[in-house]
C-alpha cells in the first residue's frame, strides 16, 4: 500500500511511468538529484504528515528506503 501510493506520487510529480518505479531501482537512476531529492521530501511530509530528516534523507537510496521508513513512523 505504501509503496502504491509513493510510486503514484514520484511519477505525477517527476513524470515517469510506473514501469519506471519499482522499489528497488535508485532515485540516481530514474535522474533524480539533490533538489528532486528534496522536493519528494517536501511532498513526503505533506502527504504522510510525517517530519523527515535530514539523517533520514541521507538514508534514501531507493524506493525501498524510503517505504521502510514510512513504515517505521506511521
Same mark, same amino acid.
Given at each position: 500500500?505504501?509503496?502504491?501510493?509513493?510510486?503514484?506520487?514520484?511519477?505525477?510529480?517527476?513524470?515517469?511511468? /510506473?514501469?519506471? *518505479?519499482?522499489?528497488?531501482?535508485?532515485?540516481? !537512476?530514474?535522474?533524480?538529484?539533490?533538489? #528532486?531529492? =528534496?522536493?519528494?521530501?517536501?511532498?513526503?511530509?505533506? /502527504?504522510?504528515? *510525517?517530519?523527515?530528516?535530514?539523517?533520514?534523507? !541521507?538514508?534514501?537510496?531507493?524506493?525501498? #528506503?524510503? =517505504?521502510?521508513?514510512?513504515?517505521?513512523?506511521?
Amino acid at each position: 500500500m505504501l509503496f502504491e501510493k509513493l510510486r503514484t506520487m514520484i511519477c505525477e510529480e517527476f513524470e515517469l511511468s /510506473e514501469d519506471e *518505479v519499482t522499489p528497488n531501482v535508485s532515485f540516481a !537512476e530514474i535522474g533524480m538529484d539533490s533538489l #528532486d531529492m =528534496v522536493d519528494l521530501v517536501m511532498s513526503i511530509e505533506d /502527504e504522510f504528515c *510525517v517530519e523527515v530528516t535530514d539523517e533520514a534523507l !541521507e538514508g534514501f537510496r531507493t524506493v525501498a #528506503d524510503v =517505504v521502510k521508513f514510512l513504515e517505521s513512523v506511521l
